[in-house]
């Protein structure tokens, strides 16, 4: 399972306790987005050795927000380039149809999309809208 900084500690660590003895790492892109992320440099790249031998049948990538899809992008590029999975999965609770659409169109083997609820449009920065933390507008949706 590979996720952002951000998403290491809680909505990683959350899906990672479903699994027996799963792999974690992650990627801090320092704030980066957008196409950002997928050229800049990172502050930390922890991505767990496997075992001689051992085979990576399933990478998870746990993204909370998938906005554009960059970042999840470049995180399974890193991903795939030293695991070779046989399959990936996308996770994620907040997302736009752009983001879902890029990273159809951007990773191969093409990934399993998981999400909950109905996507958010994005506004012209490449944000969600309405915005993560504004809870009274997703309430009234």
Excluded: H, W
Aim: net charge negative; proline share 6%.
């Amino acid at each position: 399972m590979i996720s952002t900084r951000d998403d290491y500690y809680n909505f990683g660590k959350g899906i990672a306790q479903n699994f027996e003895n799963p792999l974690r790492g992650y990627m801090d892109f320092g704030g980066l987005r957008g196409l950002a992320a997928l050229s800049g440099p990172y502050l930390a790249i922890e991505l767990p050795n496997v075992s001689s031998g051992r085979n990576v049948d399933n990478l998870i990538i746990a993204k909370s927000v998938l906005a554009s899809g960059c970042t999840a992008i470049a995180l399974a590029q890193k991903a795939i380039e030293k695991y070779r999975p046989k399959n990936i999965i996308i996770a994620s609770i907040f997302y736009s149809e752009v983001g879902i659409r890029e990273v159809l169109r951007d990773i191969y083997p093409t990934p399993s999309v998981i999400v909950v609820g109905e996507p958010d449009e994005l506004n012209a920065d490449g944000f969600l809208s309405p915005g993560v933390g504004n809870l009274d507008e997703r309430m009234s949706l």
